[in-house]
């Protein structure tokens, strides 16, 4: 990529609310760290991700707070600064692309580069360069309707980077696309995203979008920022119920603290015993979160490991979801495993089988209940 300059470390930090007439509050709290890293806002539809992206880019004005990239305001409701999203430099990207159908490839992706002295002017060498890099070579002479999804998907993004903005907004990038597509495209964009160099907020609701993506997750939940972290964080250490269920944990259940000892808590769940790390905050009543893939199967007796909860159970459903099949097991309470088809195969698993359920103690997260 000769063409691409290289870009000052950028920082944001957004602190802002944004009150609807007769409508809802959202509240936002945000940290994006200082070179590349992609953050994710993440939970159900309507919470709020896409007001705190349009905030971010210029799009709405937020009703107080301020929003500050190293150096520059953005938006401060107190000094009354507001940028425009010209000012901000920020590339945006919505979920239906937003091409211009009457236009090709080539001048999609070139639109924002005309000169305001010589408009319709192009910069030939750096969209022949951004044709290269997004593979679309072959295709600058069409229009966006003579093209797949996942071509305008690319062609979207060609045109939002070839300015190389401070900061790009992509609101639910892979939506429009098919599941299998979607699939195909998650590594390609992660991809071409660390070319760029460029910080990068995300919206979606899809879990696996998420965790393929990010950097970081800020998980939103009515209005509201519940948990902000590493994918790992996020995912295996959910900080209430709430985000649990918005992270899609696969096993939340009710569980009573017997003792603790060296650090390890004895758990009651249901009529079985588990072994897990303690949590930091004293509590007796606590969620049980596991998580599918954490859960092993095996038939008959489990030999000796260093796995510290091996649990009798019988499968109460087999469903297969892609590449991988979901097993309800009664182990004492209901726990759900997920496991690789050929594994499934394997071990030739039939609803009414009496199998083991084996986990890691450190695979068990405790939350305190209120």
């Known amino acids: 990529m000769s063409n691409v300059r290289s870009l000052p470390e950028t920082q944001l930090v957004a602190r802002f609310e944004k009150q609807f007439v007769r409508g809802p509050r959202i509240v936002a709290d945000l940290q994006i760290p200082s070179g590349f890293s992609v953050t994710t806002l993440f939970g159900p539809s309507g919470c709020g991700k896409t007001t705190v992206l349009r905030c971010l880019a210029g799009l709405e004005r937020p009703s107080g707070g301020s929003v500050r990239v190293a150096s520059q305001t953005w938006f401060d409701s107190e000094l009354r600064i507001n940028l425009t999203p010209q ?7 919505f979920q239906d692309y937003a091409l211009f159908p009457h236009m090709t490839v080539a001048e999609n992706i070139g639109y924002s580069l005309r000169s305001n002295r010589s408009r319709g002017l192009l910069d030939l ?50 939506s429009a696309l098919d599941a ?21 907020v995300i919206v979606t609701h899809d879990r696996t979008e998420a965790i393929a993506l990010s950097d970081q997750i800020v998980v939103m939940d009515a209005g509201r920022i519940r948990q902000t972290g590493t994918v790992q964080q996020v ?13 899609g944990v696969e096993t939340v259940a009710l569980g009573t603290i017997l003792k603790v000892h060296e650090g390890l808590a004895t758990v009651q769940v249901g009529s079985a015993t588990l072994l897990a790390v303690a949590p930091e905050e004293t509590a007796r009543t606590v ?5 599918g893939e954490d859960v092993a199967i095996q038939k008959g007796t489990s030999g000796e490991s260093s796995v510290r909860n091996h649990l009798p159970a019988v499968i109460q459903s087999i469903v297969p979801e892609g590449p991988l099949v979901r097993i309800t097991l009664d182990c004492g309470f209901e726990l759900t495993a997920l496991v690789t088809r050929p594994a499934c195969e394997e071990l030739r698993l039939q609803v009414g089988d009496h199998v083991t359920a084996s986990l890691k103690a450190p695979a068990i997260h405790l939350i305190p209940h209120d």
Do not use: Y
């Open 180 to 200: 299998t597509l979607r699939e195909q495209l998650r590594t390609q964009l992660r991809r071409l995203l660390v070319k760029f160099q460029i910080p990068v």
């Open 125 to 174: 060498c750096v969209v022949d360069e951004m044709l290269q890099l997004f593979d679309l070579v072959g295709l600058e002479h069409r229009r966006p309707g003579q093209i797949s999804g996942g071509q305008q998907q690319r062609v979207a993004l060609a045109r939002v980077l070839v300015r190389r903005p401070k900061l790009l907004l992509l609101d639910e990038p892979l």
């Open 287 to 291: 969620h049980v979160c596991i998580r």
């Open 235 to 247: 995912i295996t250490r959910p900080n209430d119920l709430a985000v649990a269920r918005i992270v």
């Open 87 to 93: 000012q901000r430099d920020v590339g945006f990207l």
